[in-house]
């Protein structure tokens, strides 16, 4: 849909409760077209034309669908978020500065500070630690070799309606 504003996403909200917008989980690949801004841009390829997989680009935020069906809010390998054309990010938290400095105690501490609950759960088979809030999303964390928690730093950050 063309917009003649941009939406506002508040990012630490979207970090406490899920909401991103009117978006959804479950939502239609239709429904987001007709209420929630054009992507910046459209993942090419085989899949999306056979309606098995598409994903629509906001800057660094990917909105994915699976059988036209939304799935999956998700952003990583990012520096400093950008949000694209058509939506502004405010109240960015700990994602206003560089992400790849971003540590697993740096990140909980902030989580803590603003009395945000949340669950961890740890992969070692892939060396990775996953931030759960109660807003149902999540904080991907990966440590080359280490087990030790400072070794932790952001890699991507999704909501997934699991």
């Known amino acids: 849909m063309k917009m003649k504003h ?3 996403i508040d ?4 970090i ?3 909401k991103f917008d009117y978006l959804k989980i479950g939502q239609t690949r239709d429904w987001v077209l007709n209420n929630f801004p054009n992507p910046d841009g459209f993942e090419d390829g085989d899949n999306w034309r056979n309606g098995e997989f598409e994903i629509f680009t906001y800057g660094d935020i990917e909105l994915h669908f699976s059988n036209d069906i939304l799935y999956l809010i998700f952003a990583d390998h990012f520096d400093k978020i950008q949000a694209g054309k058509s939506i502004d990010l405010t109240n960015k938290w700990v994602f ?6 971003l540590s697993l105690p740096f990140v909980i501490q902030s989580l803590l500070a603003e009395k945000i609950d949340f669950s ?4 070692g088979s892939l060396n990775c630690l996953t931030v759960k809030t109660v807003g149902n ?3 991907h964390f990966e440590s080359d070799d280490s087990d030790n928690p ?5 890699i991507a950050i999704c909501l997934n309606g699991k």
């Open 96 to 101: 206003e500065k560089d992400t790849s400095s």
């Open 16 to 18: 406490r409760t899920g």
């Open 120 to 123: 961890t759960k740890y992969n």
């Open 150 to 154: 400072n070794d932790f730093m952001f």
């Open 137 to 139: 999303v999540s904080l």
């Open 6 to 8: 941009k939406i506002n």
């Open 11 to 14: 990012l630490l909200e979207f």
